[in-house]
C-alpha cells in the first residue's frame, strides 16, 4: 500500500544504515566502531543505543568537517583510526560510512589499507563496512554489517566442525539469553552472532571497561564457513544483506530460516529445525514450557477476542508480535514498518492482515485515527500516538527511551511469549475494567433519552 505520493518522511519510522551497524559491531568481541562522517552522526547513534540499553556506548567519529568534504576524508579517518587505537586498544574496528562520506565517495577500503601499511598494524582488524543513511534502513545496515564481518573472516572455507551459525536479528539482551539456554538443552555446539547479550547489558563493575567483556570471538567467527548449518532469524531480509546466503553461496553452508520464536507457532519452527539438524529429540524441559503457553492461550483467549491492535517496528519485530496476535484471537489492523521490504508486505498480507512498508508515523498515525485499535505494539517512537490518542502502548523493539530495563525484557521461546501475551491481554482487561461502565450507560442509558 503507497503511503502516499511524497517522498518525505514525518517522524520516520526507522533509523539509519549506521545505526544497525553500530549494534552488530557491539556484539562482537572488543571491537570499536568509528563513524566516517560528521561529529553528529556518532551522536545520534550513541544517544539511541545508551538510552535504550541503559550502558555506557562509545562510538568514534572522524568529524568530518567542510575541509574533509571538500577535499576528501581520507586524513580524517587515518587519525581518528591511529587515535582509536592508542585510547581502546581494540582487536577490531569497524569503520562505518555515513551519507557524507558516502556522497563524497569515500573509499574507505583504500584508505585503510593504506594507513595498515603505512603504520605496520598487523594484530588489529579493521573492517570497512558501507552503510549509506539513505541506502536503507537500520535493519538492512544490521544484517549487511553482519554479512560484511562473516566475510572478512571466512573468504577461504574453513575445516568441517560440526557446529550450527545462528545468526539473530535485533533482539533483546534477555531474547540471547534464551536462546543460548534452548542451544545448550539441545546440547549442540554454536556459533551465535552477533552477541550482545553482555556488551550491552553488563553487570555493575566498580572499574569502568572502554570495550566491556562479551560478544562473539573471533576465532569462532573464522570457523563459521565449516559449520554444518546456519539457522537465520528472518523471513524477510534481503538476500544481498544475509549473512546466511552468503555462507550458502561461497562456502556451501545449508541456510535454514526462521521467524524470530515469539510465539506458539515460530518458536515450534525454531525448536523442529535445531531438532532436524542435530538429529535430537526435543528436550522433554521445553515441552513442558510449550505446554505452559498453550495453558496461558487457553486462559486468556477469552479475553483477547475481541481484541484489535495496530503495530510498527523492525520487519522481523513486526512479523512475529502479529503471529503471536492472530494466533491468540487478537487482530491486527496494521503491520507496519519503515523499511521498503516487498517480502515483509507478501508475508504479512499472506496472513490477511494490512502490510504498510517504507512508511512513516505521520502514516501510522493517521490509520490509527482512522482505525481506532484497543492497544498499539511497538517501539517507543510511537509514543506520541499513545499521548494524541490516548491508547496504550506496549513496548518493544528498538528503540525504547521514555522506559527502563528494555534490554532485560524476554519475549523470545515459550517462556518469553508467554510473558508477552499476559503484558497483552492484561493491558485489553485494564482497558475493559476502565471503560466498561460509561460505555454501558451511554449505549443503554443516555441513548432512552435519560439524562
Sequence with gaps: ??????????????????????????????????????????TYIRRHMATHFNEPVDIASTSLSENGTVYGGSRNLKHGLMNVIKLYNPKVIGVLTTCLAETIGEDIGRIIEEFKEKKDIRNIDIIPVNTPGYGASHFEGYFHTMRSI?????????????????????????????????????????????????????????????????????????????????????????????????????????????????????TDWLIKTLSGITGKQIPGSLAVERGRLLDAMIDSHKYNGEGTVAIFGDPETVYAVTSLCL?????????ATGSKNLKF??????????????????????????????????NSDGKIIREKEHIPLIRIGFPIHDHIGAQRKLFAGYRGSMRFLDDITNTLLDLKNESYRQKLYSEFFCRQGNT
Design 1 to 42: 500500500m503507497n503511503r502516499n505520493y511524497v517522498n518525505l518522511d514525518v517522524n520516520p519510522c526507522k533509523m539509519c544504515m549506521p545505526m544497525g551497524g553500530s549494534l552488530a559491531f557491539k556484539g562482537i568481541e572488543s571491537s570499536m566502531v568509528l563513524m566516517h562522517g560528521s561529529q553528529g552522526c556518532s
Design 327 to 335: 494466533e491468540n484471537g487478537i487482530t491486527p489492523l496494521i503491520a
Design 345 to 378: 508486505r507478501n508475508l504479512i498480507a499472506a496472513k490477511g492482515t494490512q502490510a504498510i512498508d517504507g512508511t512513516d508515523f505521520e502514516y501510522v498515525h493517521e490509520q490509527v485515527k482512522k482505525l481506532r485499535p484497543h492497544l498499539l505494539i511497538g
Design 150 to 266: 562473516i566475510e572478512y573472516y571466512n573468504r577461504k572455507k574453513a575445516k568441517p566442525n560440526g557446529k550450527v551459525n545462528i545468526i539473530i536479528p535485533n533482539m533483546t539482551c534477555a531474547d540471547i539469553r534464551e536462546i543460548k539456554r534452548i542451544l545448550r538443552l539441545f546440547h549442540v555446539d554454536y556459533v551465535l552472532m552477533p552477541d550482545f547479550s553482555d556488551t550491552l547489558d553488563a553487570p555493575y563493575k566498580p572499574d569502568y571497561e572502554k570495550i566491556p567483556e562479551g560478544g562473539t570471538r573471533i576465532d569462532v567467527i573464522k570457523n563459521m564457513s565449516g559449520a554444518r548449518a546456519t539457522i537465520e532469524m528472518s523471513v524477510s531480509i534481503d538476500d544481498r544483506y544475509s549473512p546466511g546466503k552468503y555462507l550458502e553461496e561461497e562456502h556451501g553452508v545449508p541456510l535454514y530460516r526462521c521467524p524470530i520464536p515469539i510465539g506458539i507457532r515460530n
